[in-house]
């Protein structure tokens, strides 16, 4: 590994495995796209996309700061670039806005009111992660922690020791939460900044970052950690919330519905087939632990998303919810996305 300074360091490609290198590749194309549709929509006028854009990028380093220097219940393998004393890979930061960024806009196209397009929201970026959580410990992307001498609490560790399959429960859970109130929150503040200047919109992303790291933490406190202290397993409580996601998921009406962009169709392909063709890889190599259960996690949420992307909604007729009257701007600038 060659050191340029303390904050950044380089590996030689060509001295990674097949999957790191592949996952990499797959995630910058991917960011490129979300990079291409955010400036797009800016240049046309529309400066939604591109705050969400920010918001959510900020977010995902806010998520990864705190996590090295405060919970340290996991710890992710060397990749081409890393920053942060070697702790973090270039690929993560772009990673939380592909997620992020692609789950949001396949559901924004819906034009549901606030709250409903946030919790589906959640459940579409929970989606997309499905793949990349199920193999990342067996493609050595990265290793949970079971304990830690700088977590601020105990419980922050054993909030990752309920898995099914490698899989921390409370991982579903981050997605579903995280990315319901990232999406709600950016509808919510952005009529307060459309109007101001460039600089004032950048001021205040970081700020709503903030204000979805610190939101979600509070949902964890409540969704969580308080039925634990009755006995209610993680497990439960996660199973349960995606329960409630998913059947509201299926009464939603949304007879103005747009037509999937073609750039999220291909940004969530590609993500699919790559990590597909890796199961397939790790199966056949004997170095995938329950390969079947696995194969059928990855089909089942790629079911979900299918459902979400090309029938939903399953029921039409009627009229659409009206958006709340604050976030009219918002409406305004979805529409001509």
């Not at 007879?255 to 397939?280: C, E, K, M």
Request: glycine share 8%; charged share 10%; proline share 5%.
């Amino acid at each position: 590994m060659d050191s340029a300074s303390d904050a950044i360091t380089f590996t030689n490609p060509s001295s990674l495995a097949w999957p790191h290198l592949g996952l990499e590749l797959v995630v910058y194309l991917g960011f490129a796209l979300t990079v291409r549709h955010a400036l797009g929509e800016y240049r046309r006028g529309n400066g939604f996309h591109a705050f969400q854009w920010v918001v959510i990028f900020i977010y995902g380093l806010i998520m990864e700061l705190v996590s090295f220097n405060f919970i340290d219940n996991y710890a992710h393998a060397t990749f081409t670039v890393q920053f942060y004393h070697g702790l973090l890979p270039l690929y993560v930061t772009c990673i939380y806005v592909v997620f992020h960024y692609t789950g949001i806009k396949l559901v924004e196209r819906l034009r549901l009111p606030t709250i409903q397009e946030g919790l589906l929201c959640g459940l579409a970026i929970m989606a997309i992660d499905v793949p990349f959580d199920t193999l990342g410990v067996d493609a050595g992307w990265w290793v949970w922690k079971d304990n830690s001498e700088i977590a601020l609490h105990a419980r922050l560790i054993d909030a990752v020791a309920t898995r099914f399959y490698n899989v921390p429960v409370t991982s579903y859970y981050w997605y579903l939460m995280y990315g319901a109130l990232l999406a709600m929150f950016c509808r919510t503040a952005y009529p307060w900044v459309q109007n101001r200047s460039l600089s004032a919109r950048l001021a205040a992303a970081p700020l709503v970052s903030v204000s979805v790291f610190v939101a979600g933490a509070l949902a964890f406190e409540l969704m969580l950690w308080t039925p634990a202290r009755f006995g209610i397993g993680h497990g439960t409580s996660v199973a349960v919330y995606l329960g409630v996601v998913w059947s509201y998921a299926l009464t939603v009406r949304a007879p103005t519905a747009r037509p999937i962009p073609g750039w999220i169709v291909f940004n969530v392909g590609l993500f699919y087939a790559f990590h597909l063709g890796l199961l397939l890889s790790l199966w056949a190599g004997g170095g995938l632990e329950a390969p079947a259960v696995k194969l059928s996690l990855v089909l089942l949420a790629a079911t979900g998303l299918t459902l979400l992307s090309k029938f939903f909604p399953l029921r039409s007729g009627g009229r659409a919810a009206a958006p709340a009257p604050a976030n009219a701007a918002v409406v305004r600038s979805l529409r001509r996305a």
